[in-house]
Structures are given as C-alpha cells and as structure tokens.
C-alpha cells in the first residue's frame, strides 16, 4: 500500500511552470528574473524545489548578449527559462520517479508570445519573412532551446503570463527582474565614481608634475642670472687690481 500511495494518478500530469519577467532600460540595464516549480494539473506542487534565478545585462552587454530591444529582451528570458528547465530535468528528473510531461513558459510580453507561437506552428522557413537578422537570431534561439528540451520527452509551450492560480509568483518575478536592473545601475554608478576617481588623481599627478617642471625652468632661469654676473672675466679684467682710493672706495688700476 505505500508503494501504491508513491504512484500518481494517470490524469494528473506533472509539469514544469516557469514564469519569467524582464525589466528593461535602454540606460540602466537589462534585469530578468524567473522563478520555476511544479504543478499538478493546475495546482501548484511541492515534488521538486521551487528554483529561482536573477539576471542583470548591463548597457555594455547588450551587443553581446543580443538585447537591444526590449522584444530580444524577453526572447533572451525565455532561452534562459528553457536552459533552467533542461538542467532541472537533467539532475532531477532522470534518476527519479518523477516523470514531467510538460513544460510551461510564461512571457509578460503578448506579442512575443504570438511571435514565439506562429515559427514553432510554421516551422523554420517562416523565419525567411522575418527582416532584422538579429531578430531572426534570437527566435532561432528560442526555437532551438524549446527543441532541445523537448528531447526529454516533454511537450513545451509559450504562454502568456495570466494565470489567477499563479499570480504569487507572477509578481515576486516582477519584483527580481526590477532588482536584477538595479544591480546593474550600482555597478554602472560605482564603476563611474571609480574614473571619476582615477581621472582626479592622473590629474593632481600631472599638476604635480608641472610644478615641478616650473621650478625646474625658474631654477634654470636664476641659475643663467646668477651665472651672467659670474661670467668669466675677460682678459682686460683679469690683468686689473683693485686699490683703495682715500675715500675708502676701490680705485680701478690697469696694471
């Protein structure tokens, strides 16, 4: 009887649900968060650990990492969502009994979601009618996430995030996305109040320096004054003596 009590109903199906939220300033940074658990049909699950993750792109990075806009923005979310996914299905899911059937990926943006939901239905040649290659770089990215995962014998869908039962975690990623940009706010700040710095001193070294090049130049300049009162006599001078006249003063003499 306790083995049976370990054994869930065929018509409860476990899935994976992962919300994700992305908080996006084209000056600030980037911040994501994303928060993943299980469910049971449509109750939330304690069988696997909720598991969350903090993302912070800052301004520098956006080239790089493919986020310019604020749609590749939660594109990027949702391959960061799906490797989270992978890695749980990978560590926890393989040497258990816990069978997952699906994968549920909630995005706060409609449009990438219709986006994200018209390739997968068409299949790669719709990617053709797509204009901005990086935007058809980060779908091909999505789509490639969602099939990799799908090799874990798992079906895996993109949805809006409007669920009632989930509307804990829906606010709480919102929350980790705005703190993740604020991270990369402090950084930027502390990063300019480090060249603030380092600009002040190169500037009191070099100061410093013509300072002491001015006294080197107004030593250079007495130095030719002292010397032109010391010049070498000549040989007129040289052959003269001095001689105390009656009135104390010295009298010149050619000798």
Known sequence: MSELSNVLPVADQISLVLHTAVDFCRKAGVGIGIIQHAAIGAARSGILPVEEQKHGIERGQYGANNVKTCERAH??????????????????????????????????????????????????????????????SMIKRVLASAKKLSRYDVQVSVSEDGEESFTLEAARVKMMAHQGKKVCRRRRHERRIMSKNARAAGDKEEDGGNDEDGNGVGHEEEMRKD???????TGR?????????????????WT
């Open 75 to 136: 594109m990027y979310a949702l391959i960061l969502a799906m490797g989270l996914a992978r890695s749980t299905l990978r560590r926890r899911c393989t040497t258990t009994r816990i069978k997952v059937q699906s994968v549920t990926v909630f995005c706060t943006l409609p449009s990438v979601v219709a986006l994200i939901k018209y390739h997968q239905a068409h299949g790669p040649k719709s990617l053709e009618s797509v204009v901005s290659p990086e935007d058809r």
């Open 227 to 233: 010397s032109s009162h010391s010049r070498p006599m």
């Open 237 to 253: 001078e040289s052959s003269s003596t001095f001689k105390m006249d009656e009135t104390g003063e010295p009298e010149l003499k």
